[in-house]
């Protein structure tokens, strides 16, 4: 073998030999690092928001321990939340209001849910233009005491035509009950409810005029109770013919009997 191949293998062993030390020299002394890479998440600012603590059906009146601030998401932030910035008193403040509409447990207080603790309690749950109509019922007539506040129901009128058979009507459709009684909450504990006597109903100016006359000519009025379903449909519907004649004119309707006599003819007799 030539001197000079001879020379060039020598130097290429003792450099493999002097790269292999040097690597582990630096292996032992911790000289590789790894850069570790972290993502940073930038959590989006809270305000305090006043939500309820537990659920408060229709007419629970509010306290300390049912209300509560609790942080909420500034971009979620909606009109009508109470936030700790613009009422730190609201807790004190609300105390005793009454709630005019569900809240769940857990969802912000919304102002147009409650209304002031000295507002009296059922004109506080009537929506601007409603009237309250109470009527007479019973086992038979109040769907076996089932219907509890916030149900929808129909009017059912039963009476005789000048025949003496028996008619029946939907006076009322799809109406919603605010009370049975003076009892206008459902019991949260479900305990059993009395059966009540008494049931007030919500309804538009005209259909309070329609209960009114179907009272004094109904032989009985029933409730019929209606799915939950059904509660996004019409509910200012009315027997209209009660009120007027075809033409829309207001006449005035006598009733003789529980029957609808014609004003004319009666004064004919």
């Known amino acids: 073998m030539k001197p000079a191949r001879i020379i060039i293998l020598a130097v290429a062993v003792v450099s493999a030999g002097v790269a292999g030390f040097l690597a582990l020299q630096v292996a032992r002394k911790g000289g590789v690092s790894v850069v570790e890479t972290q993502t940073v998440l930038e959590r989006e600012p809270t305000v305090k928001v006043l939500v309820a603590t537990e ?47 569900p809240i769940f447990n ?49 009017v059912i009128m039963v009476r005789k035509n000048s025949t003496g058979n028996f008619l029946t009507e939907n006076v009322l459709s799809n109406v919603r009950v605010l009370a049975i009684d003076q009892q206008i909450q459902e019991n949260p504990d479900g305990s059993k409810t009395v059966l009540g006597t008494t049931a007030t109903l919500e309804l538009t100016p005209d259909q309070a005029k329609v209960m009114s006359v179907a009272q004094q000519m109904a032989e009985r009025l029933s409730l019929a109770l209606r799915s939950v379903a059904d509660a996004q449909e019409p509910d200012t519907g009315a027997a209209d013919y009660l009120l007027s004649g075809a033409d829309g004119v207001p006449q005035v309707q006598v009733i003789k009997t529980g029957k609808i006599v014609d004003g004319n003819a009666s004064e004919a007799q």
């Open 106 to 154: 857990g969802e912000p207080v919304r102002q147009e849910k409650i209304v002031d603790s000295s507002s009296r309690i059922m004109s506080s749950l009537l929506p601007a233009g409603k009237r309250a109509v109470a009527t007479e019922i019973t086992v038979a007539t109040g769907a076996g005491g089932f219907i509890l506040p916030n149900d929808r129901v129909d």
């Open 55 to 101: 659920s408060l059906p229709v007419g629970t009146r509010l306290n300390a321990n049912s209300v509560a601030w609790a942080d909420w998401p500034k971009g979620s932030v909606v009109d009508g939340f109470i936030t700790e910035q613009g009422r730190p008193d609201a807790i004190q403040a609300l105390e005793g209001a009454i709630a005019r509409m």
